[in-house]
């Protein structure tokens, strides 16, 4: 079979070199950084999403369990008022990103090197003239950066982060969630194998210093310590409009979040990766095909921006009493939770 060329070597990218090398591809990944776990500007990091673990591997094609674990406690804290929340309605789990040989990033290139696939690091695709000097039918994966969205003209927002990194307990497994008047968005607290982590961020706006630190003092409060510093930095998001998913781009086939699989409510991306880089690679060998799944992909994507836009709307504090009186009773309100699964991009591919 020919040789097929990826851009980009994160979840999606990884996750359509695996598929395409068991099926006897000759695979070459090119990855802009010099190691795998992406942008050290916010790796590593813990991350969670909703997962349902064995329909994924019956899709992908692997086991993610080596990579990914419950998370054991969520606490919701909106307006000031903190409220647990069972994980488990919703099927919450952390995943590690970033370098360290514990990441899901580290655990899906062993599984792409034993497959036989090429990686290539250090070796940025970044402008429209090497875009357009790729071989056709490439895949291109490049994640949370401004040049893989400029190069192919898909459409974004820019939105505006604060973190922070740290060490603790390697015992910790939590993530508090802060919904305030200091973002249209959210921050979060999380811990997870020995890392601290902080965010904060607001698509379309950025967040004044003033508001950043009324957020910090909600870690503080409820987290139970200072953080010394800040990083800040601006990334794209694919939720600029409702049509803003596509597998296709001229000869060009995306995944991940350029492909739009990206939850734009809460900005999930692990699910939507994962699927979209194997309709990725299935669209090597079977574009209509791939382009009816990637459909069913992402089929709740304008509905999740409508809610997404709303809450952009709104006067800020509205967001807080309208989180307030959901997690005040989220255990009881399964159509609920039945929402935040099925709102992720990929969730309807899987045969549950």
């Not at 990944?29 to 010099?34: A, P, T």
């Not at 929340?85 to 990103?97: A, K, V």
């Not at 600029?240 to 781009?249: D, I």
Request: charged share 20%.
């Amino acid at each position: 079979m020919a040789e097929v060329t990826i851009v980009g070597g994160g979840l999606a990218g990884m996750t359509a070199a695996i598929n395409l090398a068991k099926r006897g591809h000759d695979v070459v990944v090119l990855e802009r950084e010099e190691r795998p776990g992406g942008s050290p500007l916010y790796h590593p990091s813990g991350q969670g999403s909703p997962l349902r673990l064995d329909a994924m591997r019956a899709y992908i094609g692997f086991d993610l369990t080596p990579g990914v674990e419950p998370i054991r406690e969520m606490v919701e804290v909106a307006g000031g008022k903190a409220m647990p929340i069972d994980p488990s309605l919703i099927n919450s789990y952390f995943f590690e990103r970033g370098p360290r040989s514990t990441s899901l990033d580290a655990y899906l290139h062993e599984l792409a090197r034993e497959a036989g696939v090429e990686v290539r690091f250090a070796t940025p695709v970044v402008s429209q003239e090497e875009m357009a000097q790729l071989p056709p039918r490439v895949i291109v994966a490049t994640g949370l950066h401004f040049e893989g969205f400029d190069a192919l003209r898909v459409p974004y927002l820019t939105s505006h982060h604060f973190t922070w990194k740290g060490t603790c307990d390697p015992d910790l497994n939590y993530v508090h969630m802060f919904h305030d008047t200091y973002t249209s968005d959210y921050g979060y607290t999380s811990a997870f194998r020995g890392i601290r982590y902080v965010h904060l961020f607001n698509r379309r706006v950025p967040i004044s210093i003033a508001e950043r630190d009324r957020f910090a003092e909600h870690v503080a409060k409820f987290d139970g310590f200072e953080i010394p510093e800040w990083n800040s930095f601006t990334f794209p998001v694919p939720a600029a409009r409702p049509g803003t998913p596509r597998l296709f781009c001229g000869n060009k086939i995306l995944a991940g979040t350029l492909a739009g699989a990206m939850d734009p409510v809460a900005f999930f991306g692990l699910h939507g990766a994962l699927v979209s880089g194997r309709i990725a690679a299935m669209a090597i060998e079977d574009g209509e095909r791939a382009w009816r799944e990637f459909r069913r992909c992402v089929a709740a994507y304008p509905y999740a921006y409508g809610i997404s836009r709303m809450m952009g709307l709104q006067p800020r504090f509205m967001n807080v009493i309208a989180f307030r009186t959901i997690f005040r009773r989220f255990g009881y309100l399964k159509p609920v939770h039945r929402i935040m699964q099925e709102g992720v991009p990929g969730y309807r591919c899987l045969k549950l």
